[in-house]
C-alpha cells in the first residue's frame, strides 16, 4: 500500500488505554503518533519532522503519565508541535478530523498558536521565551491561590538564545520549583549539530550554576526518563532534564547517524516533508516497530487509513522568482569585489542562501547561532574595526530581536547590511511567529539606514549592488523566500535609483504600488482581472521601503488613483512611506491614494488560501479596487 | 572656599607621570579624576556619579598601566563614562576643554558616543552589548591581521541582561583570549542592591561554567587589580575578573554602608548630581585623601580652579507637568478598582513612578531586573493566566529590546499594558541611548495595540483609567519624564476618546497637532510667537500616535493647514499616522499636513538647546512655519 495514511482515532485510544505497562504502553503510543505527526507534515508539504519526532516519547510520556489537571505543558521550540498535535488528537483533546488540516486555513497552524487551538497553553515559535513564560504562569497561579505545575519542552539549538539564559537566574531566585524544563538534547539543530554551529559546553554545569536541579538521561528510554522526573520531584528548586535524544528518532534514515562532524555537512530532516519514497519507508519502517511492540503487549496492530482526498493545492502560474539562491549567488559576486565584505549567519544557512558563500569564503563566514542580539552587536564592532558585516536571518526574527542592537550600531553612523528573508505573509504554513508582517516597521525608523525590498531576481541583483557598492549608510534588505510566480515577464534591472521603481505595467484608471513578488504578482493578476471590466490598472514594483520619491510617483500616476499594496501590516508599512511622500512631494496626487495591507494577525495556511483570507491575491485587490472606485463615483 | 572646582590639565599630568610606585600613583591620579569628574557631573547638572566612582581606579589602571598601542578599552555599560573623560582629559587624549561641556551641546554626551568624542571606542550606554561587540572587534582583527586586546568594562546589575549571556559561549568557544572583561561589582544597580533586586547567583561559578577564565579581586587595591590581570595574561580563554568594588567609591556618604539590604530602600546617588553642600563634603574628603597620597609620593598637591562661568541654563516658564509621579498615583488608583492589575518593573521602580506602588502592593508588584526580555514574556504569560500586569521601563529600552516579546504577547489575543518613560527628544543629557525617538515606530504596527502619549497631568490620569479600565487590547504608554512646563494651565479631561484630543488654542491659519508635554508646550510657545505675526495658529493635544480619527481632525482644523510635531524621528511617529488619517477620512484636508519631527541621531546637550538645535523648541516651529507658508505662498 502506498500514498498517506494515518491511524484513526478509536485506535490511538485504545492504545492509549492498553493495560500494560506504562513504560511500553507509552513507546507504542508514540509510535501511533508518529504515524500520524507524519501523515500530517506529508499532507501540509512542510513541518519539521526531525525535531518533532525526537521529543515524541517524551511528550507522550507527559500526556499519558504525568500531566494532571491543573498543569501546563508546552514547547518553547514550538516547531515540534505536530508531535503535540498528534498526541492530543489521540487522546480525544483536539478534535481529531483537525489532522487533516495542519498548516490549512482554519486548521492547524504550523506553530502553537493559543488564539487557534484549544488546549494550546501559549504561543511559540519565537525561540528562547519558554522558561520566562513558565514564570510567570507559576507567579500568576500563587497570586490567585492556583496550583500547578509547569512543563517546558526547549530545544537545544534554543539554548543560544540569551533570553533563557536571562530567565533562569530569576526563576531560581524565587525558587520556581513548580517549574520542570526538558531540553529535547538532539544535538542538531537548523542547519546542523549544536556542536558544530554554536557549541553549548557543558550544559549541566551551566545551568546548574544558575541555582537549578540539573539531571541527565535518554530522552527515548522513556523508564530512565520518568526515573529522572520522580528523582527530582522533592527538589525545591526549578528542575532542568537534559533529555538526550535523537532528532529524526524512530526513522533511521531521518537520524543524523552518517552526517559528518563538520559544519558543512547539512542535516536534511530539520524542515520540509519527505518525499513520497521516504514517506513510505519512514511509514513502514514505524509501523513494523509499532506492530511488535503492541504484539509484545498482547494487542493488535494498529490500522492505517487512507484519507478520503489528501489533496494539495496546485501553484501559481508561470516561471518562479528564486530570490534567496540568486542573493546567495550576487553576495559572492560582491564579495569578489568588496574584500571588506564578511557574512555573519544566525542558524540559516541554508535557508538565507549562504550555502555557498561559506564554502567559498569560510574565513569571512561567521556562524553566530540562534543568538541575534550577539549577532548583530558583534557586527557593529566588525564595522567599527573596518569591515563590511551582513547579517542574516529570517525578517521576522531580524527586525525584532536584536532591534535595540540595529539602533545602537546605526547611531555609530557605520554601514551593516541585514538581510532577512522569509519577508511577508507567505509561506502561511509556519504561522504568524515566523510571517514577517511588521519588519518595515520595527526598522523603518532607524536613521540613515535604507529599506529595500526586490520583486524579482534581477532587483535582487540591483539590490545587491546598491547596498554593498554605492549605499552610503546600512541597508535592510527585505526578502520573499517563497519561490513565486510574477505572471510576467520581470524586465532587467540597471541598477536601483533611490526612491524609484520600475512601471511594469502602464494604465490609465489606476496604479498598483508594491515592492516584492507576492504584492508585485498580485498586482498584475489584479489588473488583469480588472481589465476585464474595461479598467486599465497600471503596476509599479517599487522596491524602497523608505525614501519613496514622491514627485517620480505622482508623474508615474498621471493623475490616477494610486493603490499601496503591502506585504505587511498595513501600518507602518511602504504605504506610510508612500503617503508621506507624496502629501510632501505632490499632495493633489496623495488624495486619490488607498493603503491596501495585512490588517490583523496573519493566519496559518497554504498560500493562496492565506493571500485569499486576507484579501491579497490578485482577486482580493481587485475586488477592494472596484469597491473604492464605487465609493468615490458615489461621492463624487 | 566654595564653589565648582577642577584639577586642571597640568597638574594632572603631572600627577600621572609622577616617579612613584604606580599603585600609589594610579590611586593618587584616580582621584585627581574623582575631583574632575564630580565637577563634570556637577557642572552638568546630572551624571552617574556612583558608578563612575566605583570603577575609577579600575579605569585608572589600565590607562595609565595596561593599554598599549593597538588595544581597546570600553566600558559597555557606559554611563560611568565622566570617569573616563576625566582620565582621557588628565592625560592629553582628550581636549581638556571638554571637561567643562559634560552633557552640553557639541559637549560630552552623557553616554559615550563613538561619533561624538575621539578616543571612544564604540557607543554604549544600551547595557548588555560589551562582550559581543568585544568579539567583534577581535574577529575583524584577526581577519585583517591587526593584534590588539580588549579591555571591557560590565555593572554586575547589567549582567541580567541576556545578551551577556548570549554572547559568553561563542567567545569561549573561539578562544578569543584577546578579551578581558572586568565586572565592576558594586552590587547596588539603579534602584538598589543587585542582591534585592534580581541577584546574581554564584557569578564566578557561572561565568566558568561557559567557559572563561575567571578570577577576583578587590577592585579598589590596584595591587590585587594588577596581579589578578597579570595572573590570567597567559590564559588562552577569553578572561573575566569580577573587580569588588563599593558604588559611589571614595567618598564616605555615597558608599552604600548604611543602605538597609531590603528592597525598599532606594540608593541615593546612581543618578543625579550631588547637592551643592554634598559636592563640598566630597571635594574636601578626596581632596583631603589625595593630598596626603601626595604627600606620601612626596609630591605637591594639586591647585583647584574655580572656572570663569560656571552656568546652568534656566528652565522654561511656568508650572511643570509631572507626568511620571501623576503617574504612579493614578497606578495606584487604578489598582484598587482593578483587582487583577499587577506590576513589572526592569530596575527602574523610582525613575517609573512605582516607588509607591510597590509599598501600597507588596504582592502585586515584581522586580524582574534589568531583564525586560524576560519581564515581557513573563507578564505575557500572567495575562493569559488571568490578569492584567502593567509593564515597565525606559521607553528606549521597553520598544526595542523586548520587541519580539511584546509582539508574541499581541498574537496571543491578551491585554498587556507597556508604559514607556524617559519618551522622546529630552532630557538631552543622557545623549542617545535612552532619548528614545524610535519607539513608536517600533511598536506601531502590533496589531490590536493602542498607542498613547499624555501631554498633561490631566491627561495621564485619563490614559491611565482608559488603558486600565476600558482597553478592548494592549496599551503602549509613552511617558515624558521631564517635568516640563506647557505655557498654557491645561484643561481638564474627562476621558480619553479614541482616535481624539483636545483643542487647547483655537486658531485660524494653522493648526499643530502633537502629544506630549514637550511637543504641545513647544506648539504653544510657536503659536505666542506667531500671533506676533498676526498669524492665529490652534494648538491640539493629541494623545492617540495611532489610530487617528481623521475626519475629526479635519473638522477641528477647519481648511487651516495642520503641521504634525513629533518628539520621535519624522519617519514613522505620529504625524505618519495623521498623514494615513487623513488621506482615508478626509483627503482634502491631507494636502495641507506638513510633518515636522527629529531627523537625525539626537544630539546630547541641555533640554533647550537640544531642542533648538534640532529645531523643535517654539522659535525653530515657529521658523518651519514662516518658511512652509512662504513656500506656499510662492507656489500659490
Redesign the interface.
Known sequence: MTGLRYVAQADCARVAGLDADPVERAAAFADVCRLNALYMIERAGSGHPGTTFSSLDIVSWLHLEVLQDGDRYFSSKGHDVPGLYAVLAALGRLDFELIHRLRRLDGLPGHP???ATPEV???TG?L??GI??????V???R??G?NGRVFVLTGDGEL????????L??T??RGLHEITVIVDRNEVQSDTWVSEV?????LG??V????WAVADCDGHDLAALRDTLESLAGERRPKLVVAHTRKGAGVSFMEPHELARTDTALYGYHSGAPTPDEYERAVDEIRTRLDGRLAELGAAPVELVTPERPTHLSAGPGERQRLVPVYGEALIEAAEREPRL?VLDADLRYDCGLVDFRLRYP??F?E??I?E??????????A????LPVVHSFA??LS??P???I??N????TKVIYVGSLAGIVPGGPG??HQS??D???L?????MALIEPSSEHEVRAAVDWAVHRAPGSVYLRLVSVRWALGFEPPPVDELVPGRGTVVRAGGDGVFVGAGPVMVGGAWEAAELLAEDGLEFGVVSLPWL?GVDGSWLAEVADGAPIFCLDN??V???Q???I??AL??DA??V??????IGVE??PKSGENNEVLAAHGLDGKGLAARVRASLRTSTAAG
Request: proline residues 3%; aromatic residues 6%; neutral net charge.
Open positions: 498558536d493559543v488564539a497553553v501559549t504561543s519565537s528562547g521565551m520566562s513564560k513558565a514564570r510567570g504562569f507567579l500568576a497561579d497570586l490567585r492556583r543560544q538564545e540569551g533570553q533563557v539564559w536571562e530567565s537566574q530569576p531560581a531566585n554554536s557549541d553549548l559546553g557543558n554545569a551551566k546548574a550554576a544558575f541555582g564578511v574565513a569571512r561567521f553566530c547561532g543568538a542580539q550577539d549577532m548583530v552587536s558583534q557586527a557593529g564592532a566588525m567599527l574595526a573596518g569591515l521576522c526574527f525584532t530581536r532591534n535595540e542592537q539602533y545602537n546605526a547611531t555609530e553612523g504568524h511567529s508582517v511588521r518595515i516597521s520595527a523603518g525608523a532607524v536613521p540613515g523608505r505587511h501590516y501600518v507602518g508599512g504605504g506610510d512611506a503617503l508621506a502629501v510632501a499632495p493633489s496623495a488624495v486619490l491614494a488607498h493603503k490583523e494577525v
